[in-house]
Each structure stands twice: as structure tokens, then as C-alpha cells.
């Protein structure tokens, strides 16, 4: 995992689960990580417990100020990016009749458009350095609908996938590398934090057993961001799920 040495890492959704074990794991590996989620103070206990160079920038993702700013600190800081890990995302769960325009709207912003802008403020100093890594955190919902009553949550990460196939496409042979990490159930907030999450109480404990920790589907991202393949499963159990979903 020493390839993440040294590098300037920006991680979106690092006030919990997967975003703040990917700072963890970067961290440790002797990384500088860029922070960044709305609950400052959460970012804060994140960064308190790094051991290496953190910068700690609270923004919403959905504002196009908040892009800037994640952009124009680390770069000003650090002088570049290596790698852009848009990491913050939303579930949402219902039936589809009674997802309305508003939610549906909110879940395309956080998980969809927040990624592109983002990307596009940062990819322009990658492009002029001839190298650096986007890695968008799909799901194996953005490969097959993987379950009942998430409609817009895996039309979301479809479309999250799409984005990341079309760009790394259009950046062959700029050195700009474009990852799409599929994970499945990870035990985290997710859960609680998503659009309609009451419906989840008392859903996610029948599959609290079958969830990859936080920890290991940061672990297998890092493991994974020099290789050449754009969609891929950061552990064995998306990986294994997905053959059994392939069709759906
Ligand atoms: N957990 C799973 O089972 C699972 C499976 C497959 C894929 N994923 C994907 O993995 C990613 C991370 O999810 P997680 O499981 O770690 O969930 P989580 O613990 O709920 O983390 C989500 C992160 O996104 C941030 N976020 C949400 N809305 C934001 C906004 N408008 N602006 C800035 N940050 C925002 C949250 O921070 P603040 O609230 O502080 O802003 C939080 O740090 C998501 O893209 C998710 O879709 C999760």
C-alpha cells in the first residue's frame, strides 16, 4: 500500500464510514489528506486522530462555493492533487411512486453532480501535471439494481459509473487515471443518513452480518488505485455478489 506515500490526497465524506477509514488508511501510509463533509466537527475528531499532514475543509459538495473552495486550499496548501476520492454519498429508499422530484433531485447532487463538479475543479491542475487518480465511490448498485425499493439510489450510481467509463475514455493517454470502487452493505451511517432512512430501522441489523467494515473497503480501494481496470470491487464480497447479479 506504500504507493499512497507522499501523495496528496483529497477525500469528500470524511466525517464517517468509508471516507474517514480512507484518510486512516492514507494517513498512516504516510499520505497528506484533504478532509472535507459538512459536520466540521466530525472532521475535526478524524484529522485529530491522523498521524500525518491534514487539511480540514468543511463544505457541502452540492454548492459550487464548497467545490471551490476544496479545490483552491489544497492546491494553494500543497501546490497539487494526486488523487480526488469522491467519497460523499446518499442512500434513499422507497418505493418509487412516493420518491418525489425533491428527493430524487437531492440524491442526483450529492451523488452524481457534486462528483462532476468537483472533478472538474480539480482535474485541470492533474491534466497540467500529466498525472493523478479520480476515484468516484459507486457501488455494486451502480453495476445491477441490487435490491428492492432503491430505484434512485442505483440510478445514482449507474450514473456515477457512466460518468467514470466516459471520462476515463476521454483521458486516455493524459496520464489522468478515473476508478469506479464498487462496494456492497458496509457498516457505517449510510443507513441512517440516506433519504428515507426510516424506513431502514430495524432492516439493517438481518444484514449487519454479511457487511464489509469501513476499514477493509478503504483498504482494497488504496490497494487498487495504480491498476489499470476503471470499475472494480474493493473486497471479495461485492465481487462475489456481483456474479450472482450480473443479470439483474
Ligand atoms: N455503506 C454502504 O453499504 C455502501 C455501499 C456501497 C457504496 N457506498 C458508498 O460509499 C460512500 C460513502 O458512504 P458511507 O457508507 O461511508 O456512508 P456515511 O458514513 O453516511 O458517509 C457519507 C459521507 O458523505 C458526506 N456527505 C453527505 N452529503 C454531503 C454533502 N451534501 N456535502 C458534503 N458531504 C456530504 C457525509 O458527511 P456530512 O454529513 O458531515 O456532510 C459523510 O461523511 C457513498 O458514496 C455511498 O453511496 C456505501
Not at 57 to 80: C, F, K, M, N
Not at 139 to 159: E, P, Q, R
Request: charged share 25%; proline share 4%.
Amino acid at each position: 500500500m506504500s504507493h499512497i506515500q507522499d501523495r496528496n490526497v483529497i477525500i469528500t465524506g470524511a466525517s464517517s464510514g468509508i471516507g474517514a477509514a480512507l484518510a486512516r488508511v492514507c494517513s498512516v501510509a504516510g499520505a497528506k489528506v484533504a478532509l472535507t463533509a459538512r459536520r466540521a466537527d466530525r472532521l475535526a475528531a478524524v484529522a485529530r486522530d491522523l498521524p500525518g499532514p491534514t487539511l480540514v475543509i468543511p463544505a457541502d459538495v452540492t454548492s459550487p462555493q464548497g467545490r471551490r473552495d476544496i479545490a483552491r486550499r489544497t492546491l494553494e496548501t500543497w501546490g497539487h492533487v494526486d488523487v480526488l476520492v469522491n467519497n460523499a454519498g446518499l442512500g434513499a429508499y422507497g418505493p418509487f411512486l412516493e420518491t418525489g422530484p425533491e428527493k430524487w433531485r437531492t440524491l442526483f447532487e450529492v451523488n452524481v453532480f457534486a462528483a462532476v463538479f468537483l472533478t472538474q475543479e480539480v482535474l485541470p491542475s492533474m491534466l497540467a501535471r500529466g498525472r493523478g487518480t479520480l476515484v468516484n465511490l459507486a457501488s455494486i448498485g451502480g453495476l445491477a439494481a441490487h435490491s428492492d425499493s432503491v430505484t434512485a439510489y442505483v440510478a445514482s450510481k449507474h450514473a456515477l459509473v457512466g460518468f467514470s467509463r466516459g471520462l476515463a475514455r476521454d483521458l486516455a493517454g493524459t496520464g489522468v487515471r478515473v476508478k469506479a470502487a464498487c462496494p456492497h452493505l458496509t457498516d457505517t451511517e449510510f443507513f441512517e443518513a440516506g433519504v428515507g432512512a426510516e424506513l431502514m430501522r430495524g432492516e439493517v441489523e438481518r444484514f449487519r452480518s454479511f457487511m464489509d467494515s469501513p476499514e477493509a473497503v478503504a483498504r482494497g480501494i488504496i490497494d487498487r488505485l495504480d491498476d489499470d481496470e476503471v470499475i472494480f470491487f474493493p473486497t471479495e464480497k461485492p465481487a462475489r455478489a456481483w456474479a450472482g447479479l450480473r443479470d439483474v
